[in-house]
């Protein structure tokens, strides 16, 4: 198949979702009873991406002379035209939300499984060529969050978004795109969860089905067992990879793959939600039981027994006073004409730090943006103000090195906590003491950052708020620490004399590679300037992906 008849074909499905999206709008003003209306269209939504996910397939696939030509923005463009129709459901009542956050899972599955896009680079142009992909995947899970938010909103943080976490294949979604709620998808058999297997190649060769809660590292649920793992099933398109590789200097034998997370924000806030969903949750059930036992003159140690089967975690120190759906914003828009600067002559401050020139990136572990401003040709420095509007008339906005970071850094996390004292409160600072003893410290790397099996999340949860430095200590030396010893290490650690170990920071999120490098250097740049005892394996510069 040629790019034209590639173009062709793909054309064809743009008209259909413009049709679409004008009969979800009339729908949506209807009164009376629609719902099979809406379960056919839903049924022809499906259809249509299952449709451009099939072509793109065939025109991968295409046996032409060197292979078919990658056309990234016909594919692109079309994968976008999918949003109208799926903005379109929102519309609805009742469902709406729940369907469109369905359905742009269902993009994510289709654009994964067959991308047409080229996935093949040189280091030296890396940033540049994969930004058209990156921004697209960024666009697609901004546009997933407004309807999940939405639910988060309507359920009064009581939901668990099991829906989303659910394995996915072309036929078992089909039989269920006409589900209109969780509980109608759950009737349908279309929540199927992850299942995970673990055996104790100490005591027997039997696998055993695991069925607790998901380990967290705050909670002390920690990977202290050497247990050998397997699983059915995934978490499906929510928890979806896309990998690409490039070359260095153009050389084949020096390939490295990397990749993109499909929906890394709405993933997120989903298990930020299930943690807040647990507690609130747990606290009512709680607080009933208590005002019942208490009516009944139950005694209490009786009481307190019985309690103890209803058991919940507390969230994360930090999400506790966290507003998911106002902290998880989408990305702001930048590039486009500023009539203020088209008015102004000469170049000023104000212009500089306009906002259609500023740089975004997402702190995973704050929930924020970070803003960032050029204040000349090849210098970008992190603006102190929350939700930048830009236009800074002066010098002011300019975060500088300590106290300077950490009183900005600080004033991010304590955003809507009117109970906030420190970062070490809101469970971003150090683990004390850093340095053990070694044995001590290999068993400690295991337990937090081995992440076997159902202990993969715990172990990206800690290493994303920085290991065992803390948040800020990741931040302003670029690496996070996993491991710190003293004393004697022959046995344990090779006769290194560092006396830590680390891995790249993964705290930082932005709509393309060249953005995350910018936000990793410029805070690399705000850790002071005598060097502290943390400054081991400190890297001055940043490749893109590390």
Not at 429 to 458: H, K, M, S, T
Not at 512 to 527: D, F, I, P, Q, T
Request: proline share 5%; charged share 30%.
């Amino acid at each position: 198949m040629d790019d034209d008849l590639f173009s062709s074909k793909v054309g064809r499905i743009l008209r259909l979702n413009y049709r679409l999206t004008r009969k979800i709008i009339n729908l949506a003003q209807q009164t009376g009873d629609i719902t099979q209306e809406v379960k056919k269209l839903l049924k022809i939504l499906y259809d249509s991406i299952t449709d451009l996910k099939d072509l793109s397939s065939e025109y991968i696939n295409s046996d032409i002379p060197n292979g078919p030509k990658y056309a990234d923005e016909i594919v692109l463009h079309a994968w976008r035209t999918f949003f109208h129709p799926i903005e379109a459901l929102r519309q609805l009542p009742s469902c709406g939300e729940f369907v469109a956050a369905r359905m742009y899972l269902c993009i994510g599955w289709g654009f994964y499984e067959a991308p047409a896009v080229k996935l093949d680079f040189n280091y030296d142009t890396l940033a540049r060529e994969t930004a058209p992909l990156y921004e697209f995947i960024v666009d697609l899970d901004d546009a997933l969050l407004e309807p999940l938010k939405k639910v988060w909103a309507l359920s009064r943080n009581r939901e668990r978004f099991d829906w989303v976490f659910t394995d996915f294949d072309a036929t078992s979604f089909r039989t269920t795109v006409g589900a209109l709620s969780p509980q109608e998808l759950e009737d349908l058999g279309g929540i199927r969860r992850r299942e995970y297997w673990y055996n104790d190649p100490t005591e027997s060769d039997e696998y055993i089905l695991y069925t607790g809660k998901m380990p967290r590292w705050d909670c002390g649920e920690q990977d202290h067992c050497d247990f050998e793992w397997t699983w059915e099933g995934s978490d499906g398109p929510i928890d979806g990879y896309l990998e690409y590789h490039f070359l260095i200097d153009n050389d084949p034998n020096r390939s490295i793959w990397h990749g993109i997370s499909s929906f890394r924000r709405s993933h997120q806030l989903c298990r930020d939600a299930r943690q807040k969903s647990e507690a609130h949750i747990g606290r009512q059930q709680h607080q009933a039981f208590d005002q019942v036992a208490r009516r009944h003159r139950l005694p209490p140690e009786l009481r307190n027994q019985i309690l103890g089967y209803v058991e919940y975690r507390d969230p994360f120190p930090y999400l506790e006073k966290l507003d998911l759906a106002e902290a998880y914003a989408p990305f702001p828009r930048v590039g486009g004409s500023c009539t203020h600067c088209d008015t102004t002559k000469g170049e000023t401050t104000a212009q500089r730090t306009c906002p259609q020139k500023a740089m975004h990136v997402w702190n995973l572990a704050l929930r924020r943006f970070h803003t960032f401003h050029k204040i000349n040709c090849q210098t970008w420095s992190l603006c102190a103000q929350h939700d930048c509007k830009g236009h800074h008339e002066d010098y002011n906005w300019k975060v500088d090195r300590d106290p300077g970071f950490s009183t900005y850094l600080e004033s991010q996390a304590a955003r809507g906590n009117d109970e906030f004292v420190s970062l070490d409160h809101v469970g971003f600072g150090p683990l004390n003491p850093i340095r053990i003893e070694p044995v001590e410290d290999w068993i400690r790397q295991d337990a937090l950052f081995r992440g076997n099996g159902v202990c993969d999340e715990a172990r990206e949860d800690i290493l994303m708020i920085g290991g065992l430095g803390g948040l800020k200590d990741a931040m302003i030396h670029g690496r996070t620490l996993t491991a710190g010893w003293e004393g004697d290490t022959k046995l344990w650690y090779n006769n290194e004399e560092e006396g830590v170990g680390d891995k790249p920071t993964t705290w930082q999120y932005g709509r393309n590679l060249y953005s995350e490098k910018v936000a990793k250097e410029v805070m690399r740049g705000l850790h002071p300037e005598a060097d502290c005892d943390w400054c081991i394996n400190v890297p001055d510069e940043f490749e893109l992906i590390m």
